[in-house]
């Protein structure tokens, strides 16, 4: 993304989070935040009920790192010239805002486009930018979560109400990577055919088609799949289940499809005898014997620790996983081996302040970004860059156009 220049009005983290991408590949992204209070999520002091360092912010640092930020109120004619002297030289516009919003302030597709036709123009939304409620806003716990249907297929239904979003901004990072992929194909689809698209993806369509086999499924039959309870299985097969460990830890097994598996799998789990048992050792069998088997499997892997298990099943050829934490991830050999953390410098002078990269990694190549800009920390560099004088510079920041 060399040489693409990305304009991004929004805030909070599902649209910042596309910014953040194409950043990480790459692009200029200039981001425009307001002059006096910056984008309102760096006020934030409380995520999931942790009290949040303004100095150290994951909820700035993770969707906006690699960025340079520009402050602008763009409710002003003043502020809005600065906004279209930038997107004159930008390949593409990002934004988040609500219609009323993007008309009110005149950087609606329309008013964009008239200073740059050549400009892809991408929206991000709740439910979308056609139909009754575009003009309804949400976070992804509303949108992505709630609405969706993925909030109710991960509650068991014996828990008899709700269970609350546990991942902050969870919606919003995958839903920036569905934009981010969008832009990537409208930037392709200008350079073949010269044509500039504009692009929507809201937070409901991202949790669609995040969980599209089971809406699939669901269309086609009426039914839908809920998560189970712990100690409940519906599996037919016993290679597909969460075993307790003698410490309380869990390990999952996903065996899929346990044809030439089945052998090494009793072995691994201390159950070789199994293997030989007309009741398990063909797949048929298997599953006509799923109860006996899940019995006999739990029973086994409840004999010995979580870290036992952890290191003795890594030469197991079937599939299976460590019941892990989002913190347990941050010392995963695998994680790090893949270089899925890097470390940015901390605005307050501190330690590094490590983030997550994108999910996409080129050539093998360790990720190079910047910390997140601090709220208009590049003003006046960007509209020099522009060939703004510096007396026109000063005559906007008096008049309160820009900070």
């Given amino acids: ?81 600065v906004l279209y002297e930038i997107a004159k030289t930008a390949d593409v516009f990002l934004t988040n805002y609500m219609p009323a919003q993007r008309q009110k302030n005149k950087f609606d597709i329309e008013h964009i486009r008239a200073v740059n036709p050549n400009i892809i123009y991408a929206r991000g939304s709740a439910y979308g930018d056609k139909g009754a409620e575009r003009d309804t806003g949400g976070f992804d716990g509303t949108a992505f979560w709630t609405r969706s249907g993925v909030g109710h297929a991960l509650t068991p239904e014996e828990i008899g109400g709700a269970l609350p979003q546990g991942i902050p901004a969870f919606g919003d990072s995958i839903g920036g990577m569905n934009i981010a992929g969008g832009i990537s194909a409208a930037l392709f689809h200008r350079e073949r055919t010269g044509e500039a698209v504009e692009l929507d993806v809201s937070l409901l369509s991202t949790a669609w088609w995040a969980a599209g086999a089971s809406v699939t499924q669901g269309m086609e039959t009426g039914e839908t799949m809920r998560s189970l309870m712990p100690g409940t299985t519906a599996s037919v097969n016993p290679f597909m289940a969460n075993y307790l460990t003698s410490d309380g830890g869990t390990i999952n097994l996903c065996i899929v499809s346990p044809t030439g598996y089945i052998r090494d799998a009793f072995e691994h789990l201390g159950l070789p005898e199994l293997a030989d048992d007309p009741r398990f050792c063909d797949v048929m069998p298997l599953i006509q014997n799923a109860e006996a088997g899940v019995q006999l499997i739990a029973e086994a892997i409840r004999s010995k620790p979580f870290e036992y298990w952890r290191q003795h099943l890594k030469t197991m050829k079937g599939q299976w996983a460590p019941f892990q934490s ?10 790090i081996d893949n270089d899925m953390i890097v470390e940015v410098e901390a605005s307050d002078g501190g330690a590094p302040f490590k983030v997550v990269r994108g999910p996409v990694q080129f050539n093998h190549e360790p990720l190079e970004t910047t910390r997140a800009p601090q709220a208009s920390e ?12 510096w007396d026109r510079i000063e005559a906007l920041k008096d008049s309160g156009a820009i900070a």
Avoid: C, Y
């Avoid at 640092?61 to 520009?70: F, I, L, M, Q, T």
């Avoid at 989002?326 to 994680?335: M, P, T, V």
């Avoid at 590049?378 to 004088?389: A, F, K, Q, R, S």
């Fill in 326 to 335: 989002l913190i347990d991830l941050a010392s995963d050999e695998q994680a």
């Fill in 1 to 81: 993304m060399e040489g693409v220049r990305v304009l991004e009005v929004a805030q909070f983290t599902f649209v910042p989070a596309a910014g953040a991408i194409l950043a990480d590949w790459g692009a200029d992204v200039i981001k425009v935040e307001h002059p006096v209070r910056g984008d309102t999520q760096r006020g934030f002091i409380n995520m999931g009920g942790f009290q949040l360092d303004p100095n150290r912010h994951p909820l700035i640092e993770h969707p906006n790192r690699g960025k340079r930020s520009v402050g602008i109120d763009v409710s002003t004619p003043g502020g809005q010239e």
């Fill in 378 to 389: 590049h003003t006046e560099i960007v509209l020099m860059e522009l060939g703004l004088d």
